[in-house]
């Protein structure tokens, strides 16, 4: 992959909070059309990662590109310039309806539905009292219509049932089969691979594996090794 092929660029990124540094040195590309999956134990700076591709946090070194651009950029502008970030947690507004928490987002509500058409009989109710999943399906959908060319996804699965996250993660895959760039941070290792096109993998801030997602699924050991150490 050549440089300007890539639609996020991220080389020798440290990055941390106050003055300590969470990730060292980490270099990472996903192209347009292509899912990446980040995976480490809790703590291993899968989320600094994501924040720092996002603009959220300045990194103390390296450079990031996306979709071309290099300069340091907040999220605000890398919002409005193609990047969608699907934040760990639910992001949607609990207090107001389904309908209203698409209706705020970049892109019309009727593309939107067309991600998630099941959301369509719940758009009355409040966000807050939708099912996780429904909730989950609600800030994917939002995003989507505002038809990003980069995606970063922050644990979507988290306390969801499998069936769900298999819809969510499929939904993702249609998404970069139709040309998104998409980095997906993952605790559920072997569904990540299975769905995504490569992988890497994260301890202690450090990068420490990354291969396409055959050879990683191919070295699962080695994977649970890191998620041990990087435990400790
Ligand atoms: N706002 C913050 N202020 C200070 N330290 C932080 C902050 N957020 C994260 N950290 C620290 O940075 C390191 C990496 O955290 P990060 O959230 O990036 O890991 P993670 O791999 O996403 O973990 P998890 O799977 O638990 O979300 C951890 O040591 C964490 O305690």
Redesign the pocket.
Known sequence: MTASSAAIRATGITA???S?P?IHGVDLRVAPGEMAALV??????????LSTIAGELVPFEGEIEVLGNSKRRGLDHRARHGLGFLT?GRCVFMQLTGWENLAVGRGPVDKALEYFPELEPHLRKKAGLLSGGQQQMLALARILAGEPRVLLAD?LSLGLAPLVVQRLLTTLREAADRGVAILL?E?HVSQALAIADKGYV?SR?RMVMSGTAAELQASADEIAGHYLTGNL
Do not use: D, P, S
Request: charged share 15%.
């Open positions: 941390g909070y106050g300590t969470a480490g134990a809790n703590g291993a700076g899968k989320t600094t990662i760990e644990e941070v605790q994260l801030g």
